[in-house]
């Protein structure tokens, strides 16, 4: 088991949640990260190589169940626990209904409300996914 803190900061590949995953590095945390643009976290984990915690990447695409499942599953056979996730992921599309498609309907209701509530009993609870 690790000594140090463990966090998850999903949607760590720009705003909020990069600068969340940059400060929790900063605060000695071990802090895996997620988003689907791996070069961009690639990025952050350079830019915070020189902190006292750690950056570790994960990368894929939230709406996909697997994704998630295969996420947290990796996390707790690395590190043994999380102790903080910072669900950030999401998105929105602000469009006209007539010109919302069928993917981005089901897109973000996987990412902004599915993705959430999917990862967040296996995290805390270590509940079987
Ligand atoms: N900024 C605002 O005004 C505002 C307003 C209301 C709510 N919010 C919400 O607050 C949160 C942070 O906002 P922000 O402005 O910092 O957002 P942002 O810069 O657009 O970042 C969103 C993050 O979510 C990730 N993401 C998007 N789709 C994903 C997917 N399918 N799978 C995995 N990761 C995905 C993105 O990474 P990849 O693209 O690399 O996957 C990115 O890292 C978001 O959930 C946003 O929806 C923001």
Same mark, same amino acid.
């Given at each position: 088991?690790?000594?140090?803190?463990?966090?998850?900061?999903?949607?760590?590949?720009?705003? $909020?949640?990069?600068?969340?995953?940059? $400060?929790?590095?900063?605060?000695? @945390? *071990?802090? =895996?990260?997620? /988003?689907?643009?791996? !070069?961009?976290?690639?990025?952050? +984990? #350079?830019?915070?190589? !020189? !902190?006292?915690?750690?950056?570790?990447?994960?990368?894929?695409?939230?709406?996909?169940?697997?994704?998630?499942? &295969?996420?947290?599953?990796?996390?707790?056979? %690395?590190?043994? #626990?999380?102790? =903080?996730? *910072?669900? &950030?992921?999401?998105?929105?599309?602000?469009? &006209?209904?007539? &010109?919302?498609?069928? +993917?981005?309907?089901?897109?973000?209701? %996987?990412?902004?409300?599915?993705?959430?509530? @999917? $990862?967040? /009993?296996? /995290?805390?609870?270590?509940?079987?996914?």
């Amino acid at each position: 088991m690790q000594d140090k803190k463990i966090s998850l900061v999903t949607g760590a590949s720009s705003g $909020l949640g990069r600068d969340i995953a940059k $400060l929790l590095c900063a605060k000695e @945390h *071990i802090v =895996y990260v997620t /988003a689907r643009r791996k !070069e961009l976290l690639e990025e952050l +984990k #350079k830019e915070c190589s !020189e !902190e006292k915690g750690e950056i570790r990447i994960i990368s894929g695409d939230l709406t996909d169940s697997k994704v998630r499942i &295969n996420l947290i599953s990796q996390i707790l056979k %690395q590190a043994g #626990k999380i102790d =903080y996730l *910072i669900n &950030n992921a999401g998105y929105g599309k602000l469009i &006209n209904l007539e &010109n919302v498609e069928y +993917k981005d309907i089901e897109g973000m209701f %996987q990412l902004n409300a599915v993705a959430g509530e @999917h $990862l967040v /009993a296996p /995290a805390c609870c270590k509940r079987k996914l």
